[in-house]
T-cell receptor
Framework: ETGVTQTPRHLVMGMTNKKSLKCEQHLGHNAMYWYKQSAKKPLELMFVYNFKEQTENNSVPSRFSPECPNSSHLFLHLHTLQPEDSALYLC?????????????FGEGSRLTVL | QQQVKQSPQSLIVQKGGISIINCAYENTAFDYFPWYQQFPGKGPALLIAIRPDVSEKKEGRFTISFNKSAKQFSLHIMDSQPGDSATYFCAASGGGSNYKLTFGKGTLLTVNP
């Protein structure tokens, strides 16, 4: 596997469910990000982890809970979501957070909340 | 002040034509301006980026033009090809950093054969 891998690619959940999105990067990077992509809206930065430490929480509701156990893995734990949370969730990585290094994105997890 | 305004929302160009996408920003602290390209079902990928110390950067058929005084930058795709059909996002951040990129809403480019 190369690059940034996200699973699952598609997820349908009810508002009372608990699920998790997983991201794994095989690039040896030290920074990982969660972005939310909704139709007709700009990509929204959610969280940044740099060397496993969370360095940014962009006012994200607590029903989204990130976890970064090591520099290669990033999770987004979901619980009691709302229908407006339906979107494509993109994981990205970069060498470090805070330089002009390229962000490498995964293909995303398409989330539908019923 | 954190917005990046991108236009047009969609663009149709004939093969061989020039595609032009424009972005404008307000935050004068922005000093790193990348463009990302996204194909359907894929994540965005960095296409080209510019810092404000230059007014133009060219990589193959892709050119960024930057106007610091007007706080505008644009992407030009020369000799557009059907394979260029994708969504293009401009972005900006401060501190010369990828740390908190502010993205535009995207432009869906269709290049007809």
């Amino acid at each position: 596997e190369t690059g940034v891998t996200q699973t699952p690619r598609h997820l349908v959940m009810g508002m009372t469910n608990k699920k998790s999105l997983k991201c794994e990067q095989h690039l040896g990077h030290n920074a990982m990000y969660w972005y939310k992509q909704s139709a007709k809206k700009p990509l929204e930065l959610m969280f940044v982890y740099n060397f496993k430490e969370q360095t940014e929480n962009n006012s994200v509701p607590s029903r989204f809970s990130p976890e970064c156990p090591n520099s290669s893995h990033l999770f987004l734990h979901l619980h009691t979501l709302q229908p407006e949370d339906s979107a494509l969730y993109l994981c990205a990585s970069s060498q470090v957070a805070g330089n002009t290094g390229e962000l490498f994105f995964g293909e995303g997890s398409r989330l539908t909340v019923l | 002040q954190q917005q990046v305004k991108q236009s047009p929302q969609s663009l149709i160009v004939q093969k061989g034509g020039i595609s032009i996408i424009n972005c404008a920003y307000e935050n004068t602290a922005f000093d790193y301006f990348p463009w990302y390209q996204q194909f359907p079902g894929k994540g965005p990928a960095l296409l080209i980026a510019i810092r404000p110390d230059v007014s133009e950067k060219k990589e193959g058929r892709f050119t960024i033009s930057f106007n610091k005084s007007a706080k505008q930058f644009s992407l030009h795709i020369m000799d557009s090809q059907p394979g260029d059909s994708a969504t293009y996002f401009c972005a900006a951040s401060g501190g010369g950093s990828n740390y908190k990129l502010t993205f535009g809403k995207g432009t869906l480019l269709t290049v007809n054969p």
